[in-house]
């Protein structure tokens, strides 16, 4: 499957990171477009397995239910469950140490809506979600290292 993968750099520590992009429930406060998360499962660490989502989509509201792997703190995948908005949808973040303390953001998406969208729309749609969603995790894991 086709995807979008983009990158940052941000001074916060993976750990920080990690737990940022971990907390489901708080991406409504930081990642546009997310309108709301329930986590429906949880890890026997209190992490979620499985969330829906409600997302502000171009055309419409669409809603999905991710399931999640973790490898902390250097890796936090998912894939969805298919459903009437998303036929298929699978990404990961990755965690990767800088030598100045500060972590490289690894973002990969690719998702097969379960209607109609030209390509080039749900490739625009990709990069959009992927570049909001890095900026805000970034600007988060900073302010909280920050104090």
């Known amino acids: 499957m086709e995807g979008t993968v983009k990158t940052t750099e941000t001074s916060a520590s993976a750990e920080t990171v990690f737990d ?3 907390d489901l429930p708080s991406y409504p406060d930081w990642a546009s477009g997310v309108s709301s998360v329930e ?3 949880e890890t026997e660490d209190g992490l979620a397995r499985r969330a829906e989502f409600e997302v502000e989509g171009f055309i419409k509201k669409i809603r999905y239910t991710l399931v999640y ?6 890796k936090i995948s998912w894939t969805a469950e298919p459903g009437a908005d998303i036929e298929e949808m699978e990404g990961h973040y990755e ?3 800088l030598d100045d303390g500060g972590t490289e953001i690894v973002y990969a998406l690719a998702v097969t809506p379960a ?5 080039f729309l749900r490739r625009q749609a990709e990069r959009q979600i992927v570049g909001s969603a890095l900026r805000g995790l970034k600007k988060v894991a900073e ?5």
């Open 20 to 22: 940022v992009a971990a």
């Open 39 to 41: 986590v429906l499962e």
């Open 95 to 97: 965690f990767n140490e």
């Open 143 to 147: 302010e909280r290292e920050a104090g």
């Open 69 to 74: 792997e973790y490898e902390r703190p250097s």
């Open 115 to 119: 209607f109609v969208v030209p390509g």
